[in-house]
């Protein structure tokens, strides 16, 4: 919905439907965003602004679990590179604004940007990055998504589905993996040494009402 001054004591709101589009330059985008820090704002290659509500309280949950367990990865792997939340947006080099719902991004890119191009949001694709479908998502703007980060730079992603249990696994160079209710993900070379447990994103309980170690 767009709010339009009609007059000095007038607002009129404009509902705008799905098949029209609203575009933004990066300039209006950062403004846009800073007027409103509750919503997640994204735009595409092309300037069409995206309008992301407040996640529930599930969706909420999950993205919890996954940015604590790669905080902890990174805390104990000495801190390597910079390591992101959902809250954190990402200029990439075709020009859009995505903000992945965790990622990170090695010390030797980072410190290669300059202080400009560092800015309110930084003009990089990290190097791996994690998207989560939430029940009110459609599976395939999220698989085109996955698909603009790997081809803007991204090593490793992750598509997680907790409606079905699914995972897939974009790489450069390789056919996607899809994997039907795995118990972990590795980050492989991407990210040495890295799982992520599934059981504990999900908020499983094992027997005795304990989450898997």
Same mark, same amino acid.
Request: aromatic share 10%; glycine share 10%; with cysteine.
């Given at each position: ?30 403004? %846009? ?5 509750? %919503?997640?704002? +994204? ?73 400009? +191009? ?96």
């Amino acid at each position: 919905m767009v709010q339009t001054p009609a007059c000095e004591n007038q607002i009129l709101h404009l509902n705008l439907p799905s098949s029209i589009g609203l575009y933004v330059t990066q300039e209006q985008f950062a403004l %846009l965003s800073a007027a409103n820090r509750d %919503l997640k704002l +994204e735009r595409t290659a092309r300037g069409e602004l995206i309008v992301n509500p407040p996640t529930g309280w599930e969706t909420g949950g999950y993205n919890w679990n996954i940015s604590g367990e790669l905080y902890l990865w990174w805390r104990n792997s000495g801190e390597s590179g910079l390591a992101f939340d959902s809250s954190t947006g990402f200029i990439l080099p075709n020009g859009a604004t995505r903000s992945p719902d965790a990622s990170w991004i090695s010390q030797e890119r980072w410190d290669g940007l300059s202080s400009e +191009e560092k800015g309110t949001f930084a003009n990089i694709c990290p190097d791996f990055v994690v998207e989560l479908r939430s029940s009110s998502d459609r599976i395939e703007p999220l698989q085109e998504k996955m698909r603009e980060y790997i081809d803007n730079g991204a090593k490793l992603g992750w598509l997680l589905d907790p409606q079905q249990r699914r995972v897939e696994i974009y790489r450069q160079g390789l056919a996607v993996e899809v994997l039907d209710n795995p118990e972990s993900l590795f980050g492989e070379e991407v990210l040495p040494g890295f799982v992520l447990n599934l059981r504990r994103v999900w908020g499983e309980k094992w027997e005795g009402g304990h989450c898997p170690p």
